[in-house]
């Protein structure tokens, strides 16, 4: 039995005309960190307020530890929310904000004091500890929001963007704090975000909604490597993996401005069942420029012009047209090509994805 169970679990909002969320399933294990992805206005914050009793579930059920908690109030579900727009009571100081659920629950003095002052120091808050809302920054705010969801002894803790506020530093080290809180206190969390690379960094498993629906659930690296549909392929992961319409015949491959790749004969035989046209996606770090590929690959050696480079640092990506597309290649930082450049590559036949043109569902796991 899993701990939290939603079970086609759906919302439509009074006057709307469609569904929010609509069919939503997942067994959540105890102790699990899941975190929702996908873009704005696709139902992440729905489910969340579902799950902790805020918002009416129109159809479905939620189970927790067994039990239907469809109609449950909020504070009997066991679980403590960070909201995507929290409000701090202006009135109190932050000491007071983050001790006012263990003060209202009746705990004792001393214990509130150990456990806020461990929140305030885990949190970074030590020299804001007397302020008052209206004199802290944003992201200050929002450390404060965290704060008081942390203090209690939930086993379940639902987050709602609790890091969209701060800066890219502080983000990183919350990443971290956060992480290092699930697995000091083994409470189950629903993280919710629309920043992947904290969705991947974070969670055992991943959801991926588009429009009220989940596409996906899976580890990390399974939706990384494979991508159920385009849709998944393409949020997941940074740059976007690159995307082309080509036709195949046999073991060849035809890009739209009449390149060609030829298959390599096992990955052909996979595909024999579906000639014509499809899309292709490649990751750029699976477009490879280095002299072994080209050496491995070299029938099938491609070449385009560079048209923008971004130094990252650690690594370069290049930004050339090819194939009817715009195309990135993340390359290593000893790669100095530069624009105009003219450069040879290959893609990695072991890397690539295979999409259906009309219903863009992943054609075989490559
Ligand atoms: N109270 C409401 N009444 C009617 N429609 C609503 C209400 N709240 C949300 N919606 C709609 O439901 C859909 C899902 O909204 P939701 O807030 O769950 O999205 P989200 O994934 O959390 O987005 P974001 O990343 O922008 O926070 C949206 O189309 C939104 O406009
Ligand atoms: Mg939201």
Redesign the pocket.
């Known amino acids: 039995m899993s701990f939290i169970e939603l079970k086609n679990l759906s919302?439509k909002?009074?006057?709307?005309d469609?569904y929010?969320?609509k069919d939503f399933n997942l067994d959540i294990d105890e102790g699990e960190f899941i975190a929702?992805v996908?873009?704005?206005?696709?139902?992440?914050?729905?489910?969340?307020?579902m799950i902790a009793g805020f918002?009416d579930i129109t159809d479905g059920d939620l189970i927790i530890d067994g039990e239907k908690v469809n109609e449950k109030a909020p504070k009997d579900r066991g679980i403590s929310m960070v909201f995507?727009n929290y409000a701090l009571y202006p009135h109190m100081t932050v000491y007071d904000n983050i001790a006012y659920g263990l003060k209202n629950m009746k705990v004792p003095k001393d214990e509130i004091k150990k456990k806020v002052d461990w929140a305030i120091d885990v949190l970074g808050l030590e020299e804001f500890r007397k302020r008052k809302p209206k004199n802290l920054s944003g992201g200050q705010r929002q450390r404060v929001a965290l704060g008081r969801a942390i203090v209690k002894d939930t086993k379940t803790f639902l987050m709602?963007?609790p890091l969209s506020n701060l800066d890219a530093k502080l983000r990183v080290s919350m990443r971290n704090e956060i992480s290092n809180l699930h697995r000091t206190l083994g409470s189950t969390t629903i993280y919710?975000t629309?920043d992947q690379v904290e969705a991947m960094t974070m969670a055992d498993r991943i959801v991926i909604?588009k429009d009220?629906v989940v596409h996906q659930v899976g580890r990390p690296m399974e939706l990384y490597e494979h991508p159920t549909n385009k849709f998944v392929a393409g949020f997941i992961g940074s740059p976007q993996m690159n995307f082309y319409d080509v036709s195949l015949d046999g073991d060849t491959i035809t890009f739209k401005d009449g390149n060609k790749i030829t298959l390599p004969k096992d990955l052909a035989k996979k595909l024999e069942d579906h000639q014509g046209e499809m899309i292709l996606g490649i990751r750029g770090e699976d477009i490879k420029l280095d002299e072994p590929n080209l050496e491995k690959y070299k029938d099938n050696i491609l070449e385009a012009t560079v048209n923008n480079t971004e130094i990252m640092g650690n690594e370069n990506n290049l930004y050339f047209d090819f194939g009817g597309a715009g195309s990135i290649a993340r390359v290593s930082k000893y790669d100095v090509s530069d624009i105009g450049d003219r450069i040879k590559f290959i893609f990695n036949p072991e890397k690539m994805h295979f999409f259906d043109k009309d219903t863009e569902e992943a054609i075989i796991f490559t």
């Open positions: 919302k909002y009074d006057k709307a469609n929010s969320v929702f996908g873009p704005s206005g696709c139902g992440k914050s729905t489910t969340l307020r918002e995507q709602d963007e919710v629309h909604m009220g």
